[in-house]
């Protein structure tokens, strides 16, 4: 079974959710750090130590920019090795079959072909297509038997 992280794409997980993780993090860390916790630390802002947080503030002024220019950077120099887009064809196709070799998510007695029915084809059900009327429901594998 896979769980729903499994489906972001990796730029996603790296460039968006990694970054803002970790800034939220580090605001919250110059918060709520305190010494009660740990006697080797500093207290953070709510106990009377601001600079902690302007320390921190001042660290992701500058993080911030060099990350997304490094990130910026790299996309580049990958989009001229191999292309980041893909073709139109592969696009209007579907990107689970011309990518993957296989149609999208069966789910019990619906196929979810989102891109071709709701985009194509208008639909007001969202993508969710009647799957045709076949003795295992949509189930896939040794679950059909």
């Known amino acids: 079974m896979t769980s729903a992280a499994d489906s972001l794409p990796l730029l996603t997980r790296i460039c ?14 110059s918060l709520f750090a305190t010494t009660t916790v740990n006697a080797a630390g500093a207290d953070g802002a709510f106990y009377g130590n601001g600079l902690l947080l302007g320390k921190t503030l001042l660290v992701l002024v500058i993080i911030v920019p060099w990350f997304f220019t490094f990130t910026w950077g790299c996309l580049w120099v990958t989009d001229m090795l191999v292309s980041l887009r893909v073709t ?46 076949n003795s295992n429901n949509g189930v896939v594998g040794e679950a059909a038997a």
């Open 16 to 29: 968006v959710i990694g970054p803002l993780g970790g800034t939220v993090g580090m605001i919250c860390t």
């Open 88 to 133: 139109d064809e592969e696009l209007m196709e579907g990107l689970d079959v011309s990518k993957h070799g296989e149609r999208a998510v069966s789910v019990g007695p619906y196929h979810i072909d989102a891109f071709n029915s709701s985009v194509h084809g208008g639909s007001a059900h969202g993508g969710m297509m009647k799957a045709p009327n």
